[in-house]
């Protein structure tokens, strides 16, 4: 699919290393988007594309620019083609305007803001804030075309970074602290990978609802910083999974929680410490699992499931989207907006408007290679500028 | 707790080698039962002890004499003290006349004929056959005084083997076919250890209701007439663990069920054969284990919870009880009663009026070991003769 030598000759158009170009040329080339003609290794198949400038929107959809959208770990995996949930396939960015090859637009979570409304539109404005309702709509882009039902308006308190990564990890943290067990004031949750994005917010959805939580993390050099940070976005305890090792433990839980029997545990390792935490955990208790950290399944004595009552579901918030009606998706970003949560720990990274196709695409290749090589640490958002 | 020399100093008494005998003598010693002085191995801590006449029932209780009474798996996890259900700890067989000291009751299971009833009574009759609605009763006996609460009364169309074998089994496979997925006529059902006691229940069941089965069983020499015998009792299809290696599995499964998505899995091995068979499920399933046969854990890559949205978990028959209303238990016996389920395979084994407690201790131990030993195969049922 790569045809570096058909792009070059398309003259007028800064040529993607994946797509051909369009089928027309003189037009005013304002967007960008970062594309790809195949699933594979993201370093590889990545390209940053310019295509033409938006149309009006057509009925009962927005045209919007994107202010702040994340690199998120799922969006690694969908690019690979190792992930359910599947991208946007197109060969038109700015309609009417068609690609000589169909591309799969990256990013499935962002801020942007109403540039136009298209007829039949209501509740939206020119210059509202809007997150994504639906999945996988191609983030990793400057502009797009998009239907209404497709976005919810937030509030412009917002601020870009909470409001660009608002759709995916916050709502995994409120929705499983919610949808398992009726949590009551004072009950205790039980977390492992607690300092992960969505285990954060774990802490401080749960310390805001009145909550305890039982927090796990790795041992590591400077685990008493990582214990204040967790403390002081209002985790309850924090241990390590050596100290699943002690005899002692199941006794300080004990009489941590005031014997307690502790209901829900929200997982994102798997392995043999998740196992060990389980006997943390009273009867008639849930385990809720949303990623596996350790790349390890989920083991888990037969017995637990017998005479505990244990049971062990999935949460992913692609499926919630789905099941739920638009007003329940609303309500939860109102919400979630509301609840003021720390940013998370981020570097918003510029695509320029001056950088050519090539260096864009080396940018963002270079970004993911970063991202892979764990030397962010945080967040990666995207800001792709119009290029000029 | 085995005082041999003091038991041999109560000589009206036949001496139990685990208690020393009743406070009184010179009684009419007209019942039996097999006792533990404390839990550990039942080959060495079982005896048969004789007592007295049961005395006229108290106030809202009954006097029954068991017909049959089933060795089951878990009562041998009782007696050794590793099971979550705790025995009957009595000094009183016949009331008012104490053991010098308490011993623990063996027997979960059994059918037994009402003898007499005590004042405020209703619903029962002498000469009523009944099975135990409360757990753990001490059936290992000839007779027992017992609440009337703790028995439901069963039609005597019933055979002496269904009847004594229908609290544990049956209910556990209809209670598994019925509680997590709402079964329509038509759908399957995928299971392991399907020749067990439990699973042929499910193929039984199963098929009255209208659902097919998908079975697995472990390969053996003879498995075309196991797979003959499955059928005959209502299975749809049978495979072997070996069968999973096959590649073309799942699109045989897909054929046979031509595309319908299994939605219940029922899991009594546990171990890799466990893992492989949950990718014959369908989106949203529910895998529900209630033994693990393999002694192995149950294994499950997370992303079978977060993606297709499996939920697993346990079954057991004890708790069912514990949360149910006595009209809920007694319309379930009925209903399996009325089932008419083919007969377990069994072998109804006597202890005779004739022996003495120690022959009697000797048989009941032997029996144990047998079972140890894998030498009956079949149900072994406990027949308790009155001494003489």
Redesign the interface.
Known sequence: MFKRAAAQAATRIRAPPCARGFSVSALRLANRAVVYSSPGDPTSVLSVLTYPDLPPPSPSSLNVRFICSPVNPADINVVEGIY?AKPVHTDELAQGHKLSDAVYLGGNEGLAEITEVGAGVEGFAKGDWVVMAGQQLGTWSSARSLKAADVIKVSKTVSRVNGSTLTVNPPTAYNMLHDFVDLQEGDWVLQNGANSAVGQMVIQIAAQRGFKTLNFVRNREDLETLKTQLKTLGATEVFTYDDLKERSLRDRVKQLTSGKQIQLFL?CV?GDAT?QMTKLLGADAHIV????MSKR????????????????????QT?WYAQKTRQEREELMQKLVAMKLKEPEHEIVTIPAGDSDEQATKRVRGIIESLAQGQYGKKVLLSIEQPT
């Not at 699992?289 to 596996?292: C, M, P």
């Open positions: 359910p997982n798997g196992t699992s949303y990623g596996a399944p989920l083991t888990l004595p037969t017995s637990l499931f017998i005479f505990k009552n244990l049971k062990s579901h999935g949460f992913w499926r």
